[in-house]
């Protein structure tokens, strides 16, 4: 069984103790590949170090996440696109809109959207990793503005409704669906249900948002085979067929040859 975390960020400082066994254990879990979203200019460093180590399974994406946007948007984006241009990476990303805790910098967002979704663009569509929280209107708007036929990619951590799924979907993203469809009372399972297998993908944004049972602790790739386990469990499939369909659609997703 081959399983892949298309957003885990496991180059990050709370991992510096024990990130050889962290893979080890993702490996024995059925983990073979795992994709690390950039944050801002200072994660490029840590995500190309352990891309380098951990070659054919650590891959790069390059982006600056919304959350990270400042007034100096320009020398931020300016920096981030030097590492798009001379390095080895599989997206752009992770890049998107959040207003969930205020708009203090929400023009910038957006002008950083828009000029992260045209070095895309630029680049014979190169996928997407994309961040949305509190602004999904916002983020389909500056998608339909681009005017592109497909996009291809995913909309990481998805938590919308199935209207909403659906209409990622037909721009040609796929979802990324994590921790959160283990946690109680969470309604994307019944989005999970009706959206089929193969629109989704795993993933676990290591180290944060730790599915049912670790809730609480650090979460970290191997516990990409809990969400695979629960997708089995709604869809009354096998782990075996979540495992095969969710992986290529990770390649599909990625451009990466299985």
Same mark, same amino acid.
């Not at 990130?19 to 879990?29: D, F, G, L, S, T």
């Not at 380098?52 to 948007?73: F, H, I, Q, R």
């Given at each position: 069984?081959?399983?892949?975390?298309?957003?885990?960020?496991?180059?990050?400082?709370?991992?510096?103790?024990?990130?050889?066994?962290?893979?080890?254990?993702?490996?024995?879990?059925?983990?073979?590949?795992?994709?690390?979203?950039?944050?801002?200019?200072?994660?490029?460093?840590?995500?190309?170090? $352990?891309?380098?180590?951990?070659?054919?399974?650590?891959?790069?994406?390059?982006?600056?996440?919304?959350?990270?946007?400042?007034?100096?948007?320009?020398?931020?984006?300016?920096?981030?696109?030097?590492?798009?241009?001379?390095?080895?990476?599989?997206?752009?990303?992770?890049?998107?809109?959040?207003?969930?805790?205020?708009?203090?910098?929400?023009?910038?967002?957006?002008?950083?959207?828009?000029?992260?979704?045209?070095?895309?663009?630029?680049?014979?569509?190169?996928? $997407?990793?994309?961040?949305?929280?509190?602004?999904?209107?916002?983020?389909?708007?500056?998608?339909?503005?681009?005017?592109? $036929?497909?996009?291809?990619?995913?909309?990481?951590?998805?938590?919308?409704?199935?209207?909403?799924?659906?209409?990622?979907?037909?721009?040609?993203?796929?979802?990324?669906?994590?921790?959160?469809?283990?946690?109680?009372?969470?309604? $994307?399972?019944?989005?999970?249900?009706?959206?089929?297998?193969?629109?989704?993908?795993?993933?676990?944004?290591?180290?944060?948002?730790?599915?049912?049972?670790?809730?609480?602790?650090?979460?970290?790739?191997?516990?990409?085979?809990?969400?695979?386990?629960?997708?089995?469990?709604?869809?009354?499939?096998?782990?075996?067929?979540?495992?095969?369909?969710?992986?290529?659609?990770?390649?599909?997703?990625?451009?990466?040859?299985?």
């Amino acid at each position: 069984m081959k399983l892949i975390d298309t957003h885990t960020h496991i180059y990050g400082e709370e991992f510096d103790e024990d990130i050889v066994e962290v893979i080890q254990r993702a490996k024995v879990a059925g983990v073979e590949k795992m994709f690390l979203p950039n944050i801002d200019i200072t994660s490029t460093d840590r995500v190309f170090s $352990l891309c380098e180590k951990y070659k054919n399974c650590c891959y790069a994406m390059m982006g600056l996440y919304p959350g990270s946007v400042t007034k100096d948007v320009e020398g931020q984006l300016s920096e981030i696109l030097a590492f798009v241009e001379k390095k080895d990476v599989i997206a752009i990303g992770e890049i998107g809109l959040d207003f969930y805790w205020d708009k203090d910098f929400a023009e910038e967002q957006i002008y950083a959207f828009q000029t992260q979704l045209d070095w895309s663009k630029k680049r014979d569509n190169m996928p $997407l990793s994309i961040h949305c929280r509190k602004a999904f209107d916002e983020i389909l708007a500056c998608l339909k503005q681009d005017n592109r $036929l497909k996009f291809n990619g995913v909309f990481h951590c998805f938590g919308g409704d199935k209207r909403q799924a659906e209409k990622v979907i037909e721009m040609g993203f796929y979802l990324g669906i994590g921790g959160v469809l283990t946690f109680k009372n969470a309604h $994307l399972a019944e989005v999970v249900k009706e959206i089929p297998l193969s629109n989704l993908v795993l993933e676990t944004d290591a180290p944060y948002l730790t599915p049912v049972p670790h809730r609480g602790k650090r979460n970290e790739p191997e516990y990409v085979r809990i969400i695979a386990e629960k997708i089995a469990e709604i869809k009354e499939i096998s782990l075996d067929e979540v495992a095969e369909v969710t992986t290529e659609n990770a390649f599909k997703a990625f451009q990466l040859q299985n």
